[in-house]
């Protein structure tokens, strides 16, 4: 029983020009202000983990060195892009080499002077002192997330494992989006022995237990980095996916627009990816949201147990691993802690408010 | 339904034998073998020398090649021998065997008390759905969901473990103190209720999330339909129109639920194990993993898949007794 109102709102609609799926999409997922936050908080991370050298870190953001202007803060993004020259003369210490060797030079620092690899030293700034180590060191002026055993920086470590956060949930997701979604494709709209033998595969996978498979995937690799982490986790995770994406081609495939495709003369693949696949890629955008979340929870679980990737890339998960061995030194665990909760929840969020903005039975309700 | 029960055991036993396959030839090709890993962490006096190696290799099977002895060990199973631990020297039955326990012990806890909690959380969200305290139970609870469950162990164990060390509010992890052997009926049972207090909140809370959230949303489906409008139309008070009405059309996803948890029973939890330091199976399979003990490895991966597929097959068949419209014919 449809209330006379909604005729009404159909009768002035149907004057509007159609709106497309995906701005209708979007003007659903905006009225809810808890997705639309969790947005926020994501496009904040970005800019955090863009920003991160400027943020914290004990090399100048530009200084003048020898009559030349230098950004060395950029090395925090990779080695190489540091010049040679500070690599040779001004290694650590920035601060007081820089006025040593050139008594002209100038340069911006920071907003925070620590470092997320070493600890800040005794010598390395004339107006601050060394870090405290061991379970000295507590949240403080210098350490507004206090330090780790070896006395390095919390805060430091976190601002730049934001990156780390981020890529690993987009680059997982999205390896396991592509598999999925190309198995799931496949099977669906093939079907036959194709999807009998991809719906043994994803059987299969779905009984392996996901840690296994992955502790045994990083072991096979000698010397594990981040980018296989995020390989493995990827390759492990496109169950779900598949399976929608299978789910929605089999719907799809006998639809009318379909056949029509079929019967202009347009090939199998032209069929699935052009005109099935961007009619079937909206209920897959919930569950490749809620697959960033498990994946950093995924990578930070392994970093905890003590198989995440060295430094440079640490992630938030190598810090409650350090946490777990002081059971004192609490704010180890309180703030990864906190950085890993939030950025779960936003993905979450976000998969939530697509979820129901995407689904028609929920839209009946919404009215 | 027979025919279909044979076909769905056939497609199942393949799948089985896929899955050991595959997980076989992983955990041989990782580096290092039982031997060599003991070897590392003993002093370098107790080496043993290359011919004493060749023999232990042989004993246990491991001068080999992997597929080879994937076989031998199919044989094995086929005559339901498992094979002997390397890290213990006992039948893999017996080593998961003793985890059984603390492991059935905590998740059959957890699971009871998250539905105990979630069914009337979901009710009464359901109820008062809109209103402005529902809204906040339900954004608390998403916050639980999403709170990751080492995190929230390591808080707890931060506060339980060292905040309160010197007062009677301490708990200590394992599952039962060092003087358990001496103590009374009653003192044991305490014992580890106290030492289950911390595990399981962190194993409840989020099921608990999870199970109300999906309460709710089931439903929520439910009351939009015409026979809520009926029972409401015909006089029925709120709580047996809820009860009675909607919450039992609402039963039949909760047994893809369960199948889901069949696993989850038996599984263990890796991490909260490891942080709480519970004798149960997802400690024994992370132990196993570092320690290269193939033949646990493949008894618990082989348990695994096997309540993986008999999950989902109770799932299918629980469907056809509560939905009459499905059958498998």
């Known amino acids: 029983m449809k209330p006379a109102p909604s005729t009404i709102a159909e009768a002035k609609n149907a004057r509007r020009p159609a709106r497309g799926f995906w701005s209708d999409t979007w003007r659903r997922f905006a009225t809810k202000k808890l997705s ?66 050139d008594p002209d030079s100038w340069a911006i620092w920071p907003l925070v002077r620590q470092d997320p690899f070493n600890r800040v030293k005794e010598d390395e700034w004339e107006d601050q002192p060394g870090n405290p180590t061991g379970s000295d060191g507590k949240p403080s002026r210098y350490n507004i997330m206090g330090t780790n055993q070896a006395g390095v920086d919390v805060f430091a470590q976190l601002v730049h494992g934001t990156k780390i956060a981020l890529l690993v949930g987009f680059v997982s997701t999205g390896i396991s989006a592509a598999i999925g979604m190309t198995l799931g494709a496949l099977a669906g709209y093939l079907g036959g022995w194709v999807d009998m033998f991809v719906s043994r595969m994803i059987e299969v996978m779905m009984c392996i237990p996901t840690l296994v498979l992955i502790l045994a995937l990083i072991a096979v690799v000698d010397k594990a980095t981040i980018w296989h982490t995020m ?61 960033i979340a498990s994946a950093i929870l995924v990578e930070n679980a392994l970093s905890f147990l003590g198989f995440g990737s060295p430094p440079p890339n640490a992630s938030w998960g190598t810090l409650l691993n350090a946490g777990q061995r002081s059971p004192d030194m609490w704010w180890l665990i309180f703030f990864p802690g906190i950085a890993i909760f939030l950025t779960v929840m936003a993905y979450n969020l976000i998969g939530e408010g697509l979820q129901e903005a995407t689904d028609p039975r929920l839209r009946e309700g919404a009215k | ?212 959230r999906f309460i709710k949303a089931n439903m929520e489906e439910a009351i939009r339909q015409d026979y809520i409008r009926t029972a409401r139309a015909k006089g029925a008070g709120r709580i047996r129109v809820l009860v009675l009405h909607a919450f039992r059309n609402t039963l039949i996803p909760f047994v893809t639920l369960l199948g889901l948890q069949l696993p989850g029973l038996l599984g263990g939890a890796i991490i909260l194990e490891q942080i709480f330091s519970w004798p149960g199976m997802g400690r024994l399979f992370f132990d196993s993993i570092t320690y290269r003990d193939y033949p646990v490895i493949m008894g618990l991966t082989l348990m695994l898949s096997i309540l993986t597929l008999a999950g989902q097959l109770l799932a299918d068949f629980l469907y056809a007794i509560v939905d009459p419209r499905i059958t498998y014919s």
């Open chain 2, 1 to 212: 339904m027979v025919n279909y029960l044979i076909r769905r055991l056939i497609l199942g036993a393949l799948t089985l034998v896929l899955v050991t396959f595959i997980v076989f030839a992983l955990i041989r090709n990782m580096p290092g073998t039982p031997l060599t890993l003991n070897m590392g962490e003993s002093d370098p006096s107790k080496k043993i020398s290359k011919e004493h190696m060749e023999i232990l290799n042989r004993a246990y099977g491991l001068d080999k090649p992997w597929p080879i002895a994937y076989f031998h060990w199919l044989g094995n199973l086929a005559r339901l021998d498992l094979g002997d631990s390397f890290r213990e020297g006992k039948p893999v039955i017996g080593v998961i065997g003793e985890r059984v326990g603390p492991t059935l012990l905590l998740s059959t806890a957890s699971i009871f008390l998250a539905y105990l909690l979630a069914i009337p959380l979901g009710l009464y969200a359901t109820s008062r759905s809109g209103r402005i305290d529902e809204r906040s139970t339900s954004v608390f609870l998403y916050a639980l969901y999403s709170l990751p469950s080492y995190v929230a162990a390591m808080q707890l164990l931060y506060v339980f473990y060292y905040l309160l060390r010197a007062t009677a509010w301490q708990l200590k992890p394992g599952m039962v103190s060092d003087n358990y052997p001496t103590m009374s009926f009653p003192e044991k049972v305490t014992d580890i209720g106290w030492h289950l207090l911390l595990p399981l909140i962190c194993f409840t809370y989020a099921n608990l999330a999870y199970d109300s």
């Open chain 1, 36 to 101: 639309l936050l969790a947005l926020v908080f994501v496009g904040l991370m970005g800019c955090i983990a863009l920003a991160s050298p400027f943020i914290v870190g004990v090399k100048p953001v530009v200084c003048k060195y020898k009559g030349r202007i230098y950004f060395p803060c950029l090395s925090y993004f990779h080695e190489r892009l540091e010049n040679p020259i500070f690599v040779k003369e001004l290694r650590k210490k920035y601060s007081v080499n820089l006025r040593k060797k």
């Open chain 1, 231 to 291: 390989v493995v986790i990827g390759v492990t995770s496109w169950t779900g996916i598949a399976r929608l994406t299978r789910a929605e081609f089999l719907k799809l495939r006998n639809l009318e627009y379909v056949i029509a495709a079929r019967a202009l003369g347009a090939g199998r693949l032209r069929v699935m990816f052009r005109h099935v696949l961007p009619n079937a890629l909206a209920p897959v955008l919930v569950p490749i949201s809620f697959g």
